[in-house]
């Protein structure tokens, strides 16, 4: 058995250096008014070292951010930024692919035009559905749950992308349906999910934004990275998802200590796509 530590309100924010967060976006997500700006002085008041930009491309035409993102433009940001800022903050060039198992020419077609440090993969919507609609919660949890976690499993096997988003993402709603999410529940669908994820090298965020919400987790919580580690994952990041400066950071120092309570011993840097181990701080 694992000891797992329990985070409390007092422990959201950051205590200790926080290594890396990876998962912030801007204003050219449709969710977000912060600019790239504003999210690296957040970063840099919290003395975090570095962090990487993710936001949202999403081609589901029924989603409030389709076809919202600009590239181009982004990109342009992101160097300014770089020059602004990289004397005390190393900032990666990320972005979340919303169901790239779906539109697998499209997203392959941004990987190749631009020089990601990495991209990540999440999976909104479960057929016609967005698991951010109170009507996915319509049928039985565990009806829910297990269609999402089905659907994420293709995604992982057929979908270009290096760490798999917040994988249980669907609780952060579903709580409210049904209340406490336990993932032993659906232990055999989510071991399915991690042992893809293991053997084709994708990294596994631990996302704190469900921290935010009366679910009050980690995605996934210290039960799920244990499995995780049992099938053979050995590369995670961590994630505020943040949309707010004051997310930035968001509950990271608290995570770490459950990595480490679980076996981890470092968190995947990623550059140029390619990963490398940064160890996790004491």
Not at 6 to 29: E, K, N, V
Request: glycine share 6%; with cysteine; hydrophobic share 40%.
């Amino acid at each position: 058995m694992y000891a797992i530590p329990i985070l409390t309100a007092g422990s959201i924010r950051a205590t200790q250096m926080i290594p890396q967060d990876y998962h912030i976006h801007t204003d050219y997500s449709c969710d977000c008014k912060a600019t790239m700006v504003e999210m690296c002085q957040a970063a840099i008041e919290l003395n975090i070292k570095e962090i990487g930009f993710c936001d949202h491309y999403d081609l589901m035409p029924e989603d409030p951010c389709y076809a919202f993102f600009q590239a181009d433009a982004w990109w342009e940001s992101l160097q300014r930024c770089r020059e602004d800022f990289g004397d005390t903050l190393t900032i990666r060039a990320g972005i979340e692919l919303g169901e790239p198992h779906l539109f697998q020419a499209e997203m392959h077609e941004i990987l190749e035009k631009y020089a990601w440090d990495y991209c990540m993969g999440s999976l909104h919507w479960v057929g016609s559905k967005s698991v951010f609609d109170p009507s996915y919660f319509k049928v039985p949890a565990d009806v829910a749950y297990r269609m999402y976690f089905l659907e994420l499993a293709k995604m992982i096997a057929h979908a270009e992308f290096d760490i798999l988003a917040h994988i249980d993402v669907v609780k952060r709603y579903g709580f409210d349906a049904y209340g406490m999410y336990d993932p032993r529940q659906f232990e055999s669908e989510i071991r399915d999910v991690l042992r893809i994820c293991a053997t084709r090298g994708i990294a596994l965020e631990v996302n704190t934004a469900p921290l935010r919400r009366p679910v009050n987790q980690t995605s996934p919580s210290a039960v799920t990275l244990s499995w995780f580690r049992e099938e053979g994952g050995r590369r995670v990041t961590l994630g505020s998802d943040a949309h707010l400066t004051e997310h930035v950071g968001f509950g990271l120092d608290s995570v770490m200590s459950i990595l480490r309570s679980v076996g981890f011993e470092n968190l995947a840097s990623f550059e140029s796509r390619n990963p490398s181990p940064t160890p996790i701080p004491q």
